[in-house]
């Protein structure tokens, strides 16, 4: 009798052993594939440049940010779904604090905590400034505003931040932010 079954159990077997090796497989590529929309490198290589952003009458959002800025991270999808849903009427702008291209922007808006939003009316005139990580529907709220050109009612805000020291010199390591720059106002 175990002669008859042997052949129904080595393709029991065979079919339990496809079907782990596929389930497998499934999971590997399923944790390999994944959204990049929402990571802050994908979100910058995308976003307007800033030059655009300040001569082409509208109105924009100016993200302070760095890549191990963790409040940075934590907002990114936000900030991506805010994009899709007022990029029509909203330059969204990124500059690194960790790239010296960008000093004379950070020295301006006086940066010293990361994120921080800039916030420019369509003639690319700062209006209003926040620091730190904010709700969507903060941020939501200000860009209506900013949209309809009316008073952002949560700009002086200040959530979790990553603090920031503006380079003097360019450091040697990305993270060493170097010594406080001091500014006459």
Not at 171 to 176: A, K, L, M, Q
């Amino acid at each position: 009798m175990t002669d008859n079954l042997a052949p129904t159990n080595k393709l029991k077997n065979v079919v339990l052993a496809l079907v782990a090796i596929a389930l497998s497989l499934a999971i590997f590529l399923g944790l390999q594939t994944k959204s990049d929309s929402a990571t802050l490198d994908n979100q910058a290589t995308n976003s307007t440049p800033l030059e655009v952003a300040i001569t082409n009458n509208k109105a924009t959002l100016i993200e302070f940010y760095a890549n191990w800025c963790t409040s940075c991270q934590a907002m990114a999808k936000d900030l991506s779904d805010l994009k899709q849903k007022y990029g029509q009427n909203v330059n969204f702008v990124m500059l690194n604090v960790d790239n010296n291209k960008w000093l004379p922007e950070i020295l301006r808006y006086r940066v010293d905590g990361i994120p921080h939003f800039v916030f420019l009316n369509q003639l690319g005139e700062a209006i209003a400034e926040t620091i730190g990580e904010q709700p969507k529907s903060v941020l939501t709220a200000d860009l209506e505003a900013l949209i309809a050109n009316q008073t952002l009612p949560y700009t002086y805000s200040t959530g979790q931040v990553s603090a920031f020291t503006a380079p003097v010199s360019s450091p040697s390591d990305p993270r060493s932010h170097g010594s406080q720059v001091k500014s006459n106002p």
